[in-house]
């Protein structure tokens, strides 16, 4: 981001950016445009039975939003959250989720020729691939990943 | 169009706010009227009134096409109350005719609501009604009628108004208000149900804008001859906007009348010492009187996303205020001071929050008359018969639930009629009433609102909902595994529509789950109860007020839970474990006063990983629920709070935690969360 005018652009392609996240040694990408904010991981109000990968729920600024463990809702055995531990809260369908992720990395631009899709007959969360020069991004796609909440809300 | 301007924005407001009121008020007259078979003379005159009310402001909004179809209906009843013999000829189609026009005019302020209006066409029902004129007038000749058309709202002709108790005023307006002649027509129309004869100087002035310039050099006089006293005539006068002053002219000045010149006005003025002066004194004795019984200026409308705001405010402040009282920093300190300042303080924002309450609070019966109308549309249409009992439509609902529930509430009703109530054929078949029920009762239980809607038609088949479920590939397991109950509720899952013909009213397949998420979204349950062949039964349960409750918050683990106060009848500690009776099921009781009392552990009950499990080191809070009662046991009591009830989130609608004994969740002052009990849910699991 050199300077001002490179930055609109950058806004007006938000399409393009990524909001990367780890989990253990794995790059995952968010489209940037989902992303409202980046929390610390903060304490959390448990909730009975309900599905082991929803922690609870937290409060931001008088708004309570439920917060999902992206690493057990991938099937990744669970591990202590540390300072590293972030929450992003993101906008599904016009509800405001948090999720729990080992870290976050960085924004990124990741131009169209980098993205190629994933494995055909291969059901998973995940959307696209996108190659980058030192790593391989795994983008999530959230239609998919949140069915299994999603289906008994929407009409 | 005008509305552009924003100056017209919160006219136009007003503008809807008071047509949608007087439609309500129309719609309700009718409907008497219809069931009585007869329009009282009272009645006539009010749907008269109404009319050439909306008549009156649509045109001042410029709405020519709501304003020429309220003047067609307007000119139906101003016949009608001169030849009310004529009534009976006509009363089938004029009720069906007015009911168009209020649907037409319905659906013109939800475009202009929606913000993208086009101007609907009413000459159709225009044409009916002026053909319905004309048969109420029989014989009289056809031109009487565009004579009453051209003279605007049907006013009489100007010879009448001579001779005994005529009344003539001069009315100047304010500099430069604007509009005059729009202005001058609006004070007409307010003064149109003092009058029994009325007329101006220039006659309808809203007819062209020219006008205004000449109201504004003459100013506008008006003919008239009150209906009563000439006081009613002079206090609407008084009570009109942008009106700078007015005279009476010497009642007995006839020959000017006809000519409107700067001569007039010079008269006014020589006769004005004395006039002005009676005007003056009027218009003190109009202050007092005004200051006397101010009933009229006691109500205000207001709009509400204000009081949504306000009422986000008064949560605010009482969390704000537990925040303080319970700071952790006062801990152990002694502050009698202190501590009498807040508990006045807490007496305030009590008051405040009732206050608050109390004012988005309004009564159910405006939705029962909608439903009232739709039963007759419907059977109408459908060639059934059915007839709408309403019960307890003066309970009070906060005003966002009332509007959340309305739509539910048509579609069950049209699905009710739709689907359950048979033709009265079939209903004599049966040796049913021909007439089916549908009713609609509303009470208020203390902390929630309980409406039943109940019908007498052919009630739900378990088999075929199951099959029907079947097919939709909507079970998740075995048929035979259903009991009566959750077949029922299959009805209100996504893509569930019982009737494979889509009609005009009911049946796209959105439906019911339409219905339960509205009442959900509020905070409400819904469920169904039926019996084939006899009818079925709807039952609604909504939170009184998406509110804030007295509390007692408790521990359980990391938990906090909060256990409202009105449920709790008392806490005590055990102190000897024998007291705890071990059921054969592994359950446990305890024996208080000579009554047996299961207990619910709440650690347990919740899986909660940390918490006291020994029961002397906890705390017992006994509860009521309906007739029985049961113990809660938990770690510690918190103490008592104010929280806000907040939903959980939409997301989380799946887990059903409405069920289980949690109604919501509270923000407290630290900001840490608890989550609020139900104790009626809680005791099922």
């Known amino acids: 981001m050199t300077n001002l005018a490179n930055d609109t652009k950058q806004i007006d392609g938000l399409n393009d950016r990524y909001l990367l996240f780890s989990i253990d040694d794995s790059y995952y990408g968010l489209p940037l445009a989902m992303a409202l904010e980046i929390l610390t991981i903060q304490s959390i109000t448990r909730l009975p039975r309900v599905a082991p990968y929803i922690k609870g729920i937290i409060n931001l600024r008088g708004k309570v939003i439920p917060v999902l463990d992206v690493r057990t809702k991938l099937g990744i055995s669970e591990r202590a959250y540390d300072d590293k531990t972030c929450i992003i809260v993101i906008d599904l369908h016009d509800m405001h989720v948090g999720l729990i992720v080992d870290m976050v990395c960085e924004v990124l631009s990741v131009p169209q020729e980098n993205i190629i899709p994933p494995p055909k007959n291969y059901a998973s969360y995940i959307s696209s691939v996108s190659q980058l020069d030192d790593k391989i991004v795994l983008n999530l796609d959230c239609e998919t990943f949140f069915q299994n909440d999603l289906e008994q809300i929407r009409v | 169009m005008s509305t552009d301007d924003f100056g017209m924005e919160s006219m136009l407001e007003i503008f809807i706010h008071e047509t949608e009121e007087m439609l309500e008020h129309l719609d309700n007259i009718l409907l008497e009227s219809e069931r009585a078979k007869s329009i009282t003379e009272e009645n006539i005159n009010s749907i008269f009134r109404i009319t050439h009310t909306i008549k009156g402001s649509a045109a001042m909004m410029s709405f020519n096409n709501i304003s020429s179809l309220a003047h067609s209906v307007e000119d139906v009843f101003y016949i009608l109350r001169e030849n009310p013999s004529k009534l009976s000829v006509v009363f089938n189609s ?30 159709d029902i225009i044409n009916k009604l002026t053909h319905q004129a004309a048969i109420i007038k029989g014989e009289q000749p056809l031109d009487e009628e565009v004579s009453a058309d051209l003279s605007g709202s049907a006013l009489p002709s100007e010879s009448e108004l001579s001779g005994e108790g005529v009344v003539k005023m001069h009315v100047v307006f304010d500099n430069d208000c604007g509009m005059e002649n729009i ?21 309808n002035p809203e007819a062209d804008s020219s006008l205004a310039a000449e109201i504004i050099k003459n100013g506008f006089i008006i003919i008239c001859k009150p209906a009563n006293s ?21 009642d007995e000045a006839p020959a000017e009348s006809n000519t409107v010149s700067s001569g007039e006005t010079a008269e006014a003025a020589d006769s004005s010492p004395k006039d002005s002066e009676a005007a003056a004194a009027a218009q003190a004795k109009s202050d007092i009187q005004n200051l006397s019984k101010g009933v009229k200026q006691s109500l205000i409308s207001v709009n509400q996303t204000k009081l949504d705001h306000l009422m986000d405010l008064v949560g605010e402040i009482v969390t704000a205020e537990s925040m303080v009282a319970r700071n952790p920093d006062l801990k152990g300190l002694r502050l009698d001071n202190f501590t009498k300042s807040i508990r006045e303080l807490r007496k305030l924002t009590d008051e405040l929050q009732d206050i608050v309450m109390s004012i988005r609070m309004v009564p159910l019966q405006g939705t029962f008359y909608k439903m009232d109308r739709i039963v007759r549309d419907m059977s109408k249409k459908l060639g059934k018969k059915a007839e709408l009992i309403t019960e307890g439509g003066d309970t009070e609902v906060d005003k966002t639930i009332n509007d959340a529930i309305v739509d539910p509430f048509m579609h069950m009703i049209r699905n009710s009629i739709d689907h359950a109530i048979e033709s009265p054929e079939e209903r004599i078949a049966l040796g049913k009433p021909e007439v089916g029920k549908v009713t609609l009762a509303a009470k208020n239980t203390g902390g929630e609102i309980f409406i039943t809607i109940s019908d007498d038609g052919c009630g739900l088949d378990p088999e075929k909902l199951l099959n029907k479920a079947k097919n939709n590939g909507l079970l998740t397991k075995p048929e035979s595994a259903y009991t009566e109950k959750e077949i029922f509720n299959l009805i209100l899952l996504p893509g569930f529509s019982t009737n494979t013909n889509v009609t005009e009213y009911s049946g796209r397949g959105v439906g019911m789950d339409v219905v339960r998420k509205n009442i959900e979204q509020v905070g409400g349950t819904i469920s169904i109860s039926s019996e084939k062949g006899k009818g079925t039964t709807f039952t609604i349960k909504i939170p009184l007020t998406l509110a804030i409750v007295d509390g007692m918050n408790i521990t359980v683990g990391n938990t906090i839970f909060t256990l409202p106060i009105t449920a709790i009848r008392q806490s005590f500690k055990i102190t ?32 909660i990983e940390s918490g006291i499990e020994d029961v002397m ?19 510690e009591l918190l103490g008592e709070y104010q929280v806000v009830v907040k939903p959980f989130p939409i997301f989380l609608n799946k887990y059903d935690l409405k069920n289980q004994g ?21 005791k099922n699991e």
């Open chain 2, 94 to 123: 004029i009720f069906d005719l007015v009911f168009q026009a209020s649907d037409f005019f319905k659906k013109e302020l939800e475009s202009l609501q929606k913000g993208d209006y086009t101007e609907g066409d009413p000459s």
């Open chain 2, 183 to 203: 202005r001058a027509f609006m004070l007409l129309n307010q003064l149109q149900p003092y009058c029994d004869a009325l007329t101006s100087i220039p006659a």
């Open chain 2, 230 to 250: 000439p006081d009613d005539v002079f206090k609407t006068i008084e009570s009109s906007l942008n009106i700078k002053s007015y005279e009476v002219l010497q």
């Open chain 2, 576 to 607: 000897d474990e024998s007291q705890i009776i071990h059921n054969t099921d592994g359950t446990e009781m305890i024996v208080l006063r000579g009554e047996c009392f299961p207990v619910v552990r709440l650690r347990e009950l919740y899986s």
């Open chain 2, 617 to 635: 080191n906890g705390i017992m809070i006994q509860v009521d629920c309906g007739d029985a009662g049961y113990c809660i046991f938990a770690d």
């Open chain 2, 662 to 682: 949690l109604s919501g969740c509270s923000v407290l002052g630290d900001g840490s969360i608890s989550l609020i009990l139900d104790v009626n849910t809680l």
